[in-house]
């Protein structure tokens, strides 16, 4: 378990004890003014971004939170100067016999149209600035959604085997969603903020003998904004450093409502243990989340209250002079809303800008997401272009590979050469390295040494999208769609349109079309009960089967199958290996399979074992050896023999 971070304390903690949010801690105070200079440059970076962000969502976005700004910072001081004026109006005409055409055609009457008028646009624009709000926070919401969609297609696949990686992608789908247009309305917030503080102060000077409260009440704020700024960057680095905690909370909390698992969690009684994980890993989380918000509470609670009893002795003050006669009763209103408004700007202006702090703060999770450097791409300015519908040759020389992070090789100097039109067998225990060959082939991965030729050419000189559509491959996860069971085999060439006989043909192939034929709506029905309330559940076989389907569609030159048959029974095997033998005709196929009685129809068979290739040939070259092959398959004819 790791140490538990500190949560007081200075910026001179020691470095194991840190959480890193990407700026080096000074340890030394003439180092200060650096970090400092740090904070305010990534701050104002990070806000540049957020208003980036919104202005590609809209431009009329940013123009309307500007105006709704200007409008909420002049519109309360407005009012409070009417409010003054009416009841000072109404003081001074206290007791006189006045009559109702007279008092119509007063000073007093004009400003309540004035007053009434005022309320009546303030609150018609309340509304209209909600709602107007809220279409654009759905819209820039929409907008963000896109830009991490379109980024995680490019994404290398290495990158999802880092739990560093994850955590990023984690904090820039949470918070990236409603923290720009959040943040940026704090922002411009702070416009408003100010120009009422302002405003305000204005009027106190004006007042005789009250310009000093002004400068008392944003004094006594000040240990609040210095509060309230340290605790969100406590906060925002807790959250950091606890991403593992959050992670954990989410993940076994999904696994309780994922409907595919509900059964096995059932049957083996595992509900309670992942309760219990959650509970652990929230305790861990929340036993210093709870430090950090009693600490920050308690000293607001000290603040509020000297902030009240000064408020207290100011309003008393006036009272006293409206008593005396000194001002009016307008007055007394207006400039205790002053003091009030004051302090509750200030306030406003400390929780604000820890807001739009705290924002920009998360928002550079989406920042780092969105600057992840692609790798898996070309090498040269032109890349190259595959010839499609011709017979290629593959090479791999000296081939090595581990996967990122880790110390020990998957594979280890790998050299194969496919022909045009060969089918070939990867055959080892799990483990052996199959898979990761297949992606290296597909190039979902680079080799960590060696090189693999594509036609002459260097794998990673070629177009990555165009040498994609080379391949149509079927992994062992293989992808279960929420959509019709057409969509899910068009689905495997999804740049050619839609035809309905080649479809069919695809689905005949795999031995699908018996069961979809047989569904209400056919090829258009929905699978998975996720969406539709008749969608179809399929059996692992039929998955298995559709997904084959999918492999058949592709107008692929090389075709792989990573256990294809791993749900079907031995029937249903026989039959879509009689169709490889008529689909892969012109064809490269390279296919795993743990049955070995598939590999007999290879033309070559490569034994991988611990990473290397340690047997290559063809069947009858291989069991007239009496090598690793031979046992394998020996081992394996020897059991279908006892269980008959």
Same mark, same amino acid.
């Given at each position: 378990?790791?140490?538990?971070?500190?949560?007081?304390?200075?910026?001179?903690?020691?470095?194991?004890?840190?959480?890193?949010?990407?700026?080096?801690?000074?340890?030394?105070?003439?180092?200060?003014?650096?970090?400092?200079?740090?904070?305010?440059?990534?701050?104002?970076?990070?806000?540049?971004?957020?208003?980036?962000?919104?202005?590609?969502?809209?431009?009329?976005?940013? $123009?309307?939170?500007?105006?709704?700004?200007?409008?909420?910072?002049?519109?309360?001081?407005?009012?409070?100067?009417?409010?003054?004026?009416?009841?000072?109006?109404?003081?001074?005409?206290?007791?006189?016999?006045?009559?109702?055409?007279?008092?119509?055609?007063?000073?007093?009457?004009?400003?309540?149209?004035?007053?009434?008028?005022?309320?009546?646009? +303030?609150?018609?624009?309340?509304?209209?600035?909600?709602?107007?709000?809220?279409?654009?926070?759905?819209?820039?919401?929409?907008?963000?959604?896109?830009?991490?969609?379109?980024?995680?297609?490019?994404?290398?696949?290495?990158?999802?085997?880092?739990?560093?990686?994850?955590?990023?992608?984690?904090?820039?789908?949470?918070?990236?969603?409603?923290?720009?247009?959040?943040?940026?309305?704090?922002?411009?917030? %702070?416009?408003?903020?100010?120009?009422?503080?302002?405003?305000?102060?204005?009027?106190?000077?004006?007042?005789?003998?009250?310009?000093?409260?002004?400068?008392?009440?944003?004094?006594?704020?000040?240990?609040?904004?210095?509060?309230?700024?340290?605790?969100?960057?406590? +906060?925002?680095?807790?959250?950091?450093?606890?991403?593992?905690?959050?992670?954990?909370?989410?993940?076994?909390?999904?696994?309780?409502?994922?409907?595919?698992?509900?059964?096995?969690?059932?049957?083996?009684?595992?509900?309670?243990?992942?309760?219990?994980?959650?509970?652990?890993?929230?305790?861990?989380?929340?036993?210093?989340?709870?430090? %950090?918000?009693?600490?920050?509470?308690?000293?607001?609670?000290?603040?509020?209250?000297?902030?009240?009893?000064?408020?207290?002795?100011?309003?008393?003050?006036?009272?006293?002079?409206?008593?005396?006669?000194?001002?009016?009763?307008?007055?007394?209103?207006?400039?205790?809303?002053?003091?009030?408004?004051?302090?509750?700007?200030?306030?406003?202006?400390?929780?604000?800008?820890?807001?739009?702090?705290?924002?920009? %703060?998360?928002?550079?999770?989406?920042?780092?997401?969105?600057?992840?450097?692609?790798?898996?791409?070309?090498?040269?300015?032109?890349?190259?272009?595959?010839?499609?519908?011709?017979?290629?040759?593959?090479?791999?020389?000296?081939?090595? $590979?581990?996967?990122?992070?880790?110390?020990?090789?998957?594979?280890?100097?790998? +050299?194969?050469?496919?022909?045009?039109?060969?089918?070939?067998? %990867?055959?080892?225990?799990?483990?052996?390295?199959?898979?990761?060959?297949?992606?290296?082939?597909?190039?979902?991965?680079?080799?960590?040494?060696?090189?693999?030729?594509?036609?002459?050419?260097?794998?990673?000189?070629?177009?990555?999208?165009?040498?994609?559509?080379?391949?149509?491959?079927?992994?062992?996860?293989?992808?279960?769609?929420?959509?019709?069971?057409?969509?899910?085999?068009?689905?495997?060439?999804?740049?050619?349109?839609?035809?309905?006989?080649?479809?069919?043909?695809?689905?005949?192939?795999?031995?699908?079309?018996? $069961?979809?034929?047989?569904?209400?709506?056919?090829?258009?029905?929905?699978?998975?009960?996720?969406?539709?309330?008749?969608?179809?559940?399929?059996?692992?076989?039929?998955?298995?089967?559709?997904?084959?389907?999918?492999?058949?569609?592709?107008?692929?030159?090389?075709?792989?199958?990573?256990?294809?048959?791993?749900?079907?029974?031995?029937?249903?095997?026989?039959?879509?290996?009689?169709?490889?033998?008529?689909?892969?005709?012109?064809?490269?196929?390279?296919?795993?399979?743990?049955?070995?009685?598939?590999?007999?129809?290879?033309?070559?068979?490569?034994?991988?074992?611990?990473?290397?290739?340690?047997?290559?040939?063809?069947?009858?070259?291989?069991?007239?050896?009496?090598?690793?092959?031979?046992?394998?398959?020996?081992?394996?004819?020897?059991?279908?023999?006892?269980?008959?």
């Amino acid at each position: 378990m790791r140490p538990e971070p500190k949560v007081g304390g200075g910026p001179f903690r020691p470095k194991q004890d840190r959480p890193n949010d990407g700026i080096p801690r000074p340890e030394r105070l003439s180092q200060v003014p650096q970090y400092l200079g740090q904070v305010i440059g990534g701050f104002f970076k990070r806000l540049l971004y957020i208003t980036q962000l919104v202005w590609e969502t809209g431009p009329w976005i940013l $123009f309307f939170l500007i105006f709704v700004s200007l409008f909420n910072g002049f519109m309360p001081v407005f009012g409070s100067l009417i409010s003054s004026r009416v009841l000072n109006e109404l003081q001074a005409g206290f007791g006189q016999s006045v009559d109702r055409a007279l008092f119509l055609a007063s000073p007093i009457f004009a400003m309540l149209i004035v007053l009434f008028s005022y309320r009546i646009i +303030n609150a018609v624009l309340d509304r209209v600035k909600s709602a107007t709000t809220r279409i654009a926070g759905e819209r820039v919401v929409r907008h963000i959604r896109l830009k991490i969609m379109h980024k995680a297609r490019k994404i290398d696949l290495a990158a999802y085997d880092s739990p560093a990686f994850y955590e990023k992608l984690e904090n820039a789908n949470r918070e990236a969603g409603h923290r720009p247009i959040q943040t940026l309305s704090a922002t411009l917030g %702070l416009v408003s903020t100010m120009i009422g503080l302002i405003s305000y102060i204005v009027i106190l000077f004006r007042a005789p003998g009250m310009w000093w409260s002004a400068l008392v009440i944003i004094a006594v704020s000040v240990p609040s904004a210095i509060i309230t700024f340290t605790y969100r960057h406590k +906060n925002v680095r807790y959250m950091r450093w606890r991403s593992k905690e959050r992670r954990q909370m989410d993940y076994y909390s999904g696994l309780m409502v994922n409907k595919d698992m509900v059964k096995e969690l059932r049957l083996y009684d595992l509900s309670d243990t992942f309760i219990d994980r959650y509970d652990d890993a929230f305790e861990r989380y929340y036993k210093g989340m709870r430090r %950090l918000i009693i600490g920050e509470g308690a000293w607001h609670v000290g603040i509020a209250l000297l902030s009240s009893v000064v408020n207290c002795v100011f309003f008393a003050m006036i009272a006293y002079r409206v008593f005396t006669g000194e001002i009016m009763i307008g007055d007394y209103s207006l400039l205790t809303g002053a003091l009030t408004s004051i302090a509750g700007n200030v306030s406003t202006l400390i929780s604000s800008s820890s807001t739009v702090y705290e924002g920009t %703060l998360f928002i550079d999770n989406l920042m780092t997401f969105m600057d992840y450097e692609q790798t898996i791409a070309p090498r040269i300015a032109t890349p190259l272009k595959v010839r499609h519908g011709e017979p290629h040759t593959i090479v791999f020389e000296h081939v090595s $590979f581990r996967y990122p992070g880790t110390e020990r090789d998957v594979l280890k100097d790998i +050299n194969m050469t496919l022909v045009p039109g060969e089918s070939l067998v %990867l055959v080892g225990l799990n483990g052996a390295g199959k898979t990761t060959l297949l992606k290296l082939l597909t190039r979902l991965y680079d080799p960590t040494e060696g090189r693999i030729l594509l036609d002459g050419q260097d794998l990673r000189d070629y177009d990555v999208q165009d040498l994609y559509r080379m391949f149509g491959i079927i992994f062992q996860d293989f992808g279960k769609y929420a959509e019709s069971a057409g969509e899910n085999i068009h689905f495997g060439n999804i740049h050619k349109m839609a035809q309905t006989q080649e479809l069919h043909e695809a689905a005949e192939a795999s031995g699908a079309a018996e $069961f979809i034929e047989a569904f209400p709506q056919g090829y258009a029905t929905p699978l998975m009960r996720i969406f539709e309330q008749d969608g179809i559940e399929l059996s692992g076989g039929q998955w298995q089967k559709l997904a084959i389907s999918r492999a058949f569609y592709s107008d692929c030159d090389v075709l792989i199958l990573d256990e294809p048959t791993a749900a079907l029974d031995a029937l249903a095997e026989q039959e879509i290996y009689n169709q490889f033998d008529r689909l892969r005709r012109g064809k490269t196929t390279i296919f795993v399979s743990h049955r070995l009685s598939s590999a007999t129809m290879a033309s070559k068979i490569v034994v991988l074992e611990y990473g290397r290739i340690i047997e290559e040939g063809n069947h009858r070259a291989l069991m007239d050896r009496q090598g690793r092959y031979y046992e394998l398959f020996s081992t394996q004819a020897k059991r279908y023999r006892e269980d008959i």
